[in-house]
Each structure stands twice: as structure tokens, then as C-alpha cells.
């Protein structure tokens, strides 16, 4: 007799991107000539995971009984404060508003919001190519998903389709949480323009006295933006929203730290208003207890020193230019190949993802893993992560999608 619940009896064992990774890891042991584009890890040209010596060093330098010790359940304060001063540097009204809580990872975070900002049953939005966690974690919350288009004709973010969605979202479940990762989207590497961010504040502004509207931004990816974008820029937009829609932001250190193990990240709110902070924040503690109770104190102590030492950031910041640039080459030579063999995509400017569109991508993606090309495939289209193709193996990888 199976005693799991039937609603969780036919689940998955295994999240379809790590099982394409595993199968290509095998594959490329066995001595394949294996390009791997499916995890979103940066790896350097001779395939190493890119590790960012500064962010190591600290790491290793935490004491022992910094990492025996529990942390408070929020997180520890040092580490939110500098999670905080770090989105909101260029931000004060928007600092003066905000709250945190220290997550396992960005997941967390976008797990919080999902269990604090819908009721069970109801729809997350966001848009047509998405993160497939996304709609896992609402799965496991007892939640939905739903998706507005994302690219209108000319290939831009089409707020058109935004709003219709917005509107269907408070008819039919009384409010709006919004998820909307950028820049440098996954899995698309879209990154949107300061008057599509614009317009996006005017679209959710009108609905915000009809019902109660929340947007998170997955800023995962944002230090890897194109070099021509400054990171944070996009915060200036939102300042219309500030007190009339809830404004979520899941940070996260792994990739901005190159240490995705160490599973350090937070769920920052910005609320107008102390009660209503106070009431946000405290649902967010108790959600903290609730699920994984705190997290590990020592990657905690270690972030907040990366981002409050002004020798240690200056050092990250410089060593992140260069893995920055070690992913513009990438994106470069793909920009160069990929429009002349007939491949369509969005806007690719910068970020550890391109997604190429196509009808049946199921059956492309399997075709090229026969050939030892291994990228996700999605509806109408395959993620492909160039975070992890050394730039000699860029050319096969476009031949193998043409």
C-alpha cells in the first residue's frame, strides 16, 4: 500500500534539469564529446566550475563556532542589513521601507512569497517562458500558476498581454503576485529596458486600490548583466509603486558570490507603512520557523563581510568583471553565429541563458543530445546555458541548434 498522499503520488523524482545534467555528466565520462548547456553554473573555458577566489577565501576564514552556531530564525541581522544596503544603495525611500529575511538560497525566497502573498489555491503570474521551479514551488504550496505572453510582434516585453493577465488575476482571485525575473531573465537572458520596466509600473499602478498587488523581482542574475546596463537601475522605475503595490525582491549570493552550494539568499519586502511591515515581516518569521527554521549561520556571516568590507567587495567586484567578461565573449560569438544559421531568439545581451525558440523542441532536443549536445527543452523553445560552454564549443552548439 503507497501511503503518500494521491495528489503526490505521481511526482517526479528528480527536477528534468539536473537529470539532463546527470545523463550528460555520465556521457562526457564515458568519453563523449559532450557539450552540456543545460545547468545554470558559470564554468570557466577548460570546463571548471568558476569559483570567485576572494568569496572562498572569506568563506573558509568563518570561524568554527560561527558555523556551529544557530542563527536567529529572520537571519542575522548584520547579514540582512547588508543584504539591504546592497539592493538599495542608490534607493533610500525604498530602503526606508524594506524588510528581510535570510532564505536558502533565492528559492527560498520565492518560496515565502508564494506561501505569504496567495491564498492555497490560487495563480502566481508570470510570463510565458519562465523558470520551471516556479511552477514547482507552487505546486508544493498548494498553489497554480499562470502565465501573460511574454514577447509581443516586435520582440519586446508586451505589457499588453501584462495587463490583460493583471486584470483576469483580480477578477478571478481578488489579487496579484507578480513574478518577473530580470535582468538577464531565465531562461530567455531577455533584459528589460528602463521604458519597458516604466511601463510596467504604469500598467500594475491603476489596479493597486481594486486589490492587493504584489510584484517580486527574481534579481538572481542581476550582477551579470550586460556591462552597458548598471545593475540596480532598474529600481528608479519602481519608485511610482512605493506604498500602493508590495514590492518583493529574492536575493540571492550564488551566483553573484559564485557559491551556489552554500545556499545563502533573502526575501526582501518593501512596505509602506510600520504596521504594515510589522504584519509582513513577522509572517515572514513564522514562515522561516515553519520550513526550515534558520539558515546556516556561517554563509550568512560570510556574505554580509563580502558585501560590507570595502576591500573584500572591491576585490569581488573586480574579479566578478571578470567572469562578467568571460560570459560577454560567450555572448558575443553567439550573436555573431546564431542570426546567419536562422536561429530566433530574444534580445541577448548578457546573463548565463538564451533561449532559442522552436515548434518542437522536445523532439530538437532530443535529436542534438543523440549528437552530444545537451540543452532544456520547454514549450515552443530550448534553454540554453551558455554559463556553462566554453566559447571554442560555441560554434558546434550553433550548428547543432541550426
Not at 295 to 313: E, H
Request: overall charge neutral.
Amino acid at each position: 500500500m503507497l501511503h503518500v498522499i494521491p495528489s503526490h503520488q505521481a511526482r517526479p523524482s528528480d527536477d528534468p534539469i539536473f537529470a539532463l545534467n546527470k545523463e550528460a555528466t555520465l556521457r562526457k565520462e564515458r568519453g563523449d564529446a559532450v557539450i552540456n548547456a543545460t545547468v545554470g553554473s558559470l564554468l570557466d573555458d577548460d570546463g571548471k566550475l568558476a569559483v570567485m577566489p576572494t568569496s572562498a577565501r572569506v568563506v573558509r576564514e568563518v570561524p568554527d563556532e560561527e558555523w556551529a552556531a544557530y542563527a536567529p530564525i529572520a537571519g542575522s541581522p548584520g547579514f540582512l542589513r547588508a543584504v539591504m544596503d546592497d539592493l538599495f544603495e542608490q534607493e533610500p525611500t525604498m530602503r526606508a521601507t524594506a524588510c528581510a529575511v535570510a532564505t536558502p538560497g533565492g528559492t527560498g525566497a520565492l518560496r515565502h512569497a508564494i506561501a505569504n502573498f496567495l491564498e492555497p489555491g490560487q495563480s502566481l503570474l508570470t510570463s510565458s517562458f519562465f523558470w520551471g521551479p516556479y511552477q514547482t514551488l507552487a505546486d508544493e504550496a498548494d498553489r497554480k500558476l499562470t502565465t501573460f505572453n511574454m514577447f509581443d510582434a516586435k520582440g519586446g516585453l508586451d505589457v499588453g498581454a501584462l495587463d490583460r493577465a493583471v486584470k483576469a488575476q483580480i477578477a478571478a482571485q481578488g489579487r496579484v503576485l507578480l513574478f518577473l525575473n530580470d535582468p538577464c531573465h531565465n531562461p530567455t537572458g531577455y533584459s528589460m529596458s528602463p521604458e519597458e520596466w516604466r511601463a510596467v509600473a504604469a500598467c500594475l499602478l491603476p489596479y493597486a486600490d481594486a486589490a492587493p498587488i504584489t510584484l517580486l523581482v527574481d534579481t538572481a542574475y542581476f550582477l551579470f548583466a550586460s556591462a552597458s546596463r548598471a545593475p540596480r537601475a532598474f529600481l528608479a522605475e519602481l519608485r511610482p509603486l512605493v506604498g500602493k503595490v508590495a514590492l518583493l525582491f529574492a536575493w540571492s549570493a550564488s551566483k553573484s558570490f559564485t557559491h551556489y552550494g552554500l545556499r545563502v539568499g533573502a526575501l526582501v519586502a518593501c512596505v509602506a507603512g510600520d504596521v504594515e511591515r510589522q504584519k509582513t515581516e513577522a509572517a515572514l518569521v513564522y514562515s522561516c520557523r515553519g520550513t526550515w527554521s534558520n539558515c546556516t549561520r556561517g554563509g550568512q556571516s560570510a556574505i554580509a563581510r563580502l558585501l560590507t568590507d570595502p576591500a573584500l567587495r572591491s576585490a569581488c567586484d573586480k574579479e566578478r568583471a571578470e567572469l562578467q567578461a568571460l560570459l560577454a565573449r560567450r555572448v558575443a560569438v553567439f550573436n555573431a553565429l546564431a542570426p546567419a544559421r536562422g536561429l530566433k531568439y530574444p534580445r541577448y545581451e548578457g546573463g548565463f541563458f538564451v533561449t532559442v525558440f522552436h515548434d518542437d523542441a522536445l523532439s530538437k532536443a532530443a535529436a542534438m543530445k543523440d549528437k552530444g549536445v545537451f540543452v532544456v527543452p520547454s514549450k515552443g523553445a530550448l534553454r540554453v546555458a551558455l554559463c556553462s560552454v566554453a566559447e571554442k564549443d560555441i560554434p558546434r552548439l550553433v550548428e547543432a541548434l541550426a
